[in-house]
T-cell receptor, first 111, second 114 residues
Framework: GQQVMQIPQYQHVQEGEDFTTYCNSS?????IQWYKQRPGGHPVFLIQ?????EVKKQKRLTFQFGEAKKNSSLHITATQTTDVGTYFC???????????FGAGTILRVKS | EAQVTQNPRYLITVTGKKLTVTCSQN?????MSWYRQDPGLGLRQIYY???????DKGDVPEGYKVSRKEKRNFPLILESPSPNQTSLYFC?????????????FGEGSWLTVV
């Protein structure tokens, strides 16, 4: 079945440093969504990307969808302690069937 | 307030003792599902329901049952829990089963089976 691989599994950064998590699929995706789960919380929707090469920004967060629609990334500029949590990508196959979640990247920020 | 509510939030139970985790959503969503979250494995779908009386297996359905008698409710049943079902469980809903819809998650239920 469809698989979505997410790396790294874990990252610990100093406050103010940048952070990036990557999501890769062996098959073309119709769309990809990103979710954030705060420690002790539940996943909350951040954004959806649907177009090849699409780039979207939310303040210090930049989301990209690859040209081939097989990979995506989330980049956080100048991390803050409020950024801690687990970031999940979720992708759907080319014909828009169900979303499959990556394993998530745990971000810890040292102040 | 739009929300997905699940209960109990925390539960310790013994092997073999049947339990039910309830889930209710107030957004009139057609699609509901259950996930379990385990370290390093992310969110894995257990069962899903496209609409009332329509349920189907997800990626890890063994040991679980569900029912969808009403649109708003989607309980998860563990007939004979085992220690490998110790996990964090999330109920979720979305407008329809399309992958284009946002998924709304409940607050999670921590289950420990001893």
């Amino acid at each position: 079945g469809q698989q979505v691989m997410q790396i790294p599994q874990y990252q610990h950064v100093q406050e103010g440093e940048d952070f990036t998590t990557y999501c890769n699929s062996s098959t073309t995706l119709s769309n990809i969504q990103w979710y954030k789960q705060r420690p002790g919380g539940h996943p909350v929707f951040l954004i959806q990307l649907v177009k090849s090469g699409e780039v979207k920004k939310q303040k210090r967060l930049t989301f990209q969808f690859g040209e081939a629609k097989k990979n995506s990334s989330l980049h956080i500029t100048a991390t803050q302690t409020t950024d801690v949590g687990t970031y999940f990508c979720a992708g759907a196959g080319e014909y828009g069937n169900k979303l499959v979640f990556g394993a998530g990247t745990i971000l810890r920020v040292k102040s | 307030e739009a929300q997905v509510t699940q209960n109990p939030r925390y539960l310790i139970t013994v092997t073999g003792k049947k339990l039910t985790v309830t889930c209710s959503q107030n957004m009139n969503h057609e699609y509901m599902s259950w996930y379990r979250q385990d370290p390093g494995l992310g969110l894995r779908q257990i069962y899903y329901s496209m609409n009332v009386e329509v349920t189907d297996k997800g990626d890890v359905p063994e040991g679980y049952k569900v029912s969808r008698k009403e649109k708003r409710n989607f309980p998860l049943i563990l007939e004979s829990p085992s220690p490998n079902q110790t996990s964090l469980y999330f109920c979720a809903s979305s407008l329809t089963g399309s992958s284009w819809n946002t998924i709304y998650f409940g607050e999670g239920s921590w289950l420990t089976v001893v």
